[in-house]
């Protein structure tokens, strides 16, 4: 069984590099696991343990999909985070095109539910994840940080391809392997 996700690949480009080690930089006080600018991504859908049998299936629609798809430009515009003001649990980048991204992912969740991959119960709110936070030394300040970067303006991210990635943990921590790379028109 192979743990398996659908996202969009950031690219780990000068500006990127930059923008999240200034990110890093503003949180130091706190204790958190970081992912690697070369791993930042967001996740279209998780799918969790797969067999090789469910994975062509997967591969073959997803395949016939994209195929109809267009490529698009994306914007991050802001710095959040998920958990409550005084626990903040995953610091993360948002997206200016909130709705084009949900349509995105409501099409392929209708597509994957002729296999019988069903919606989780969550919401899907798109965000490229930057930290898992394990503790702040201090909330109020954490939320004075977070407000340096109510605004992000970056270059538009050229969306051309969605790529199926395996994620792989090991004793040097998580790794993720191209698995298939879906073209966009």
């Not at 090789?52 to 515009?77: A, D, H, P």
């Not at 903040?88 to 995105?104: A, M, R, S, T, Y």
């Not at 303006?153 to 998580?174: F, M, T, Y």
């Amino acid at each position: 069984m192979r743990k398996l996700f659908l996202a969009i690949r950031i690219p780990n480009d000068p500006i990127t590099e930059t923008m999240v080690k200034e990110i890093q930089r503003n949180f130091k006080f706190m204790d958190a696991r970081w992912v690697e600018p070369q791993y930042l991504h967001m996740t279209l859908k998780f799918f969790g343990p797969l067999n090789e049998k469910r994975i062509k299936k997967i591969i073959e629609l997803l395949s016939t999909y994209f195929k109809t798809q267009v490529g698009f430009e994306m914007n991050i515009c802001k710095l959040a985070m998920f958990g409550s003001r005084g626990a903040p649990k995953v610091l993360w980048l948002g997206i200016q095109q909130e709705q084009e991204l949900k349509d995105l992912a409501t099409g392929i969740q209708s597509e994957l539910d002729k296999l019988g991959l069903y919606a989780d119960r969550q919401n899907f709110v798109p965000h490229i994840s930057m930290a898992r936070v394990e503790k702040t030394n201090s909330n109020s300040f954490f939320q004075k940080q977070l407000k340096k970067f109510k605004e992000i303006s970056l270059s538009p991210i050229n969306v051309n391809s969605i790529v199926l990635l395996e994620s792989i943990i090991s004793n040097k921590g998580v790794e993720y392997k191209l698995v298939e790379e879906f073209e966009l028109k």
